[in-house]
């Protein structure tokens, strides 16, 4: 992928949608795309490594950080802080890199409105199920979380569904190859 100047390429989508599984492989097969590591205050989960999936902060470190501006984008999502650290963004765009950021929908559309004021090119790609029942049943079999979680992963799942028509580009996973193809597609800059 070494077409056009660096840019970020915001993907979201619903939680349980497999977005981080189709990031996951698109950042293994293109080692040359920077990956934002968010911050979270939410517990680590089994094979999860810190630097490499998030950097897992307290309460106090998160709130002092998006106090002094050093979150790009920061949101509340499920009981805990997500944020994307702007310290690397503008220096892996500067040097022609494509940044992929995994990232919720409110996230997602903070950046949409300061996108002209922050001067970074981005594109919007959202990940949608096939249908709601198909999300309901990926949720529901992640199992990493209590039920109560869970039940209001999907009811914000739902809510999400519902902002996937101002982003650039949106792709079913249906199929994990086709979905996985219209990613790379959609990063090269194409597809919208
Ligand atoms: P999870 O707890 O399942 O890892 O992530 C929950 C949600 O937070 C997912 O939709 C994930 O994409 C999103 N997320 C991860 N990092 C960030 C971030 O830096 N900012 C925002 N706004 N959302 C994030």
Redesign the pocket.
């Known amino acids: 992928m070494s077409e056009a100047a660096g840019r970020l390429v915001i993907?979201?989508?619903?939680?349980?949608v497999g977005?981080?599984t189709l990031v996951q492989r698109l950042l293994h097969e293109h080692p040359e795309l920077a990956f934002?590591v968010?911050?979270?205050t939410?517990a680590r989960?089994p094979g999860?490594v810190e630097g490499v999936?998030?950097r897992f902060v307290d309460r106090a470190t998160f709130q002092e950080m998006a106090a002094r501006g050093a979150?790009?984008?920061?949101?509340e999502?499920?009981g805990?802080g997500?944020?994307?650290?702007l310290e690397p963004i503008h220096a892996w765009v500067a040097q022609g890199r494509r940044v992929i950021?995994?990232?919720?929908?409110?996230?997602?559309r903070?950046l949409k409105d300061k996108q002209s004021a922050l001067g970074l090119p981005m594109r919007f790609v959202f990940i949608l199920p096939p249908s709601k029942e198909q999300l309901a049943a990926r949720i529901q079999r992640r199992g990493?979380e209590d039920e109560a979680k869970r039940l209001s992963?999907l009811k914000i799942a739902e809510r999400?569904l519902e902002q996937a028509a101002w982003f650039d580009v949106r792709i079913v996973n249906e199929n994990l190859e086709d979905a996985y193809a219209q990613l790379v597609c959609a990063v090269r800059g194409g597809g919208g």
């Open positions: 993907v979201s989508g619903p939680s349980g977005k981080s934002s968010s911050c979270t939410r989960r999860e999936h998030y979150f790009l984008e920061h949101a999502y499920n805990n997500y944020g994307t650290p950021l995994e990232i919720e929908v409110q996230g997602a903070q990493t992963r999400e």
